[in-house]
């Protein structure tokens, strides 16, 4: 069920997506194995980046080629010398190539971006030691409008200091610029997230420590050329910790950001900040859970409807946190917040990811807890409407120690998430789950809150497309309409109508470029048609 503004939504339900298939990684008598980040590259193949010792006795960076069908192509286990190492963060270049950020031990860890082509043939390895010589490390990456990387993190200023780090390389690995940040109190500076928006722009989130107020909410804007626009800082009312997990451009080109802060008497609050493109607050939505226990945001996105989806947790008691969703209208409104108690663990339930697919539906995964079998990897899913459609939890061999960490929907509409699970013999195993996106067979589906009208069409011809296709649609009745094209992993591409039409069949032409103009990459799109409470889904293969 769903009770608006104010209320809150408890999952209950048994469904449950059809799981595919599931793939282990783990090598005999280590523990240390785990999936960070997964893409589907264009060709259609599954790249997984993370850590995993192999044959060594520590960690390394690791990523990992698999089939739509689950079956392992390539692992590389890291580059020389072959130290400990972590990856964090993965995509794939316009080139076709992949690009994996994290960290590599040298003396002390190193920020660190490797290239390596689809079939796991290392083409190049970026290292950035900092002037601190210590600690160094990337946790986000991204390839820009323009088709250079940046990644993001922090390095070391000195050993006693370490500042937010952004660098963007060409894809053949040139270093371009190297940005860094030391804050206001010349201590703890770090990015976890970085986007470059529609206007060409880098806008980067995290913390940063200031004078005599802790960790503060930071957001920082540069251009694509490396100078800083613009920073902003956010101190919560209980001066204490504030931090930004996750930052995404809206359709509307205001920037909404993600994470949580420290409030007065209510411990961690789960929040969204709102800006321009220009670093001006807009809105500051804090939630509270009652109970004044810890609450945080991991993750955000922009949905097909315009409206906010943040993924994170909440807390009823000390002993008891849920899987928490909310969304928020691009001004800050409250819509509705889901929560997922499985009313038997009484622990907490932790999404790390959130993404809306192709077919206009909610993916979020990460963790829930339950008495006999420990923290469960989970996937649930959920209408724009807020309602459950279904909770997936799978429990590794070892009965504990499960987590989604990562989720995808591929170009072929399927699902797939990467994370850790715990083996019976002990220790944590690399993972990655696919699920189909809706119930299975033998299950009852129930009513949903947005269903599809018989009478409203939507489809594409030619598909596969060679650059253009043409979209055709009927409308039962006269209303607003929205027509977009949305990529595999739910990011919009290109708003094609957002007006009044009157019934009847129409047409538009989209002519396979972004927002900006650009000619997006071959690969699968989905077309999404909006029409009050109704929406239809068409799939577009383009191809270049």
Known sequence: MVLWTGFIALCCSSLCAQERWVYCYNFPGIWADWAKSIVMGSDGNLYVAGRSPGAREESAFTVISLTP????????????????????????????????AGAQLGVYCDFT????????????????NGPGNYHDGALSIVVGSDSNLYAAGSSAGTVFECDLTVISLTLSGAERWIYCYNGLGNWLDAAHSVVMGGDGNLYVAGYSVGNGTD????????????????????????????????????????????????????????????????????????????????????????????NLYASGYSGESET????TIV???????????YCCDDSVGRYRHDPSSIVMGGDGNLYAGGWTAHTGTGYDFTVVSLTLAGEERWVYTYNGSGNDGDWAHSIIMGSDGNLYAAGMTWAEAGGYVFTVISLTPDVGVEERPRARGKRQDARLELSAWPTPALGGVNI????????????????SSGGLVKNLVNAAEEIGSKSVFWDGRDESGDEVPSGTYFCLLTQGGFTATTKVILLR
């Open 113 to 128: 971006v490797v290239s390596l082509t689809p079939t796991g043939r290392e083409r190049w390895v970026y290292r950035y």
């Open 472 to 487: 055709h649609y009927y409308l039962p009745k006269a209303t607003e309409v929205k027509l977009a094209i949305y990529n």
């Open 320 to 323: 008891h946190y849920d899987f």
């Open 215 to 306: 960790y503060d909410f930071t957001v920082i804007s540069l251009t694509a050329s490396g100078s800083e626009r613009w920073v902003y800082r956010y101190n919560g009312p209980g001066n204490d910790l504030d931090e930004a997990y996750s930052i995404v451009m809206g359709s509307d080109g205001n920037l909404y950001a993600a994470g949580y802060s420290w409030g007065n008497g209510t411990s961690n609050d789960f929040i969204v900040i709102s800006l321009t493109s220009g670093g001006g607050e807009r809105w500051v939505y804090r939630y509270n859970r009652p109970g004044d226990c810890l609450d945080a945001a991991s993750s955000i996105v922009m949905g097909s409807d315009g």
């Open 327 to 337: 969304s928020l209208t691009p001004s800050g409104g409250e819509r509705w917040i």
């Open 69 to 100: 069908s689950g079956a392992e192509r390539w692992v590389y286990d890291g580059p020389e010398p072959r130290n400990w190492g972590d990856a964090q963060s993965i995509v794939m270049g316009v080139d076709g190539n992949l690009y994996a």
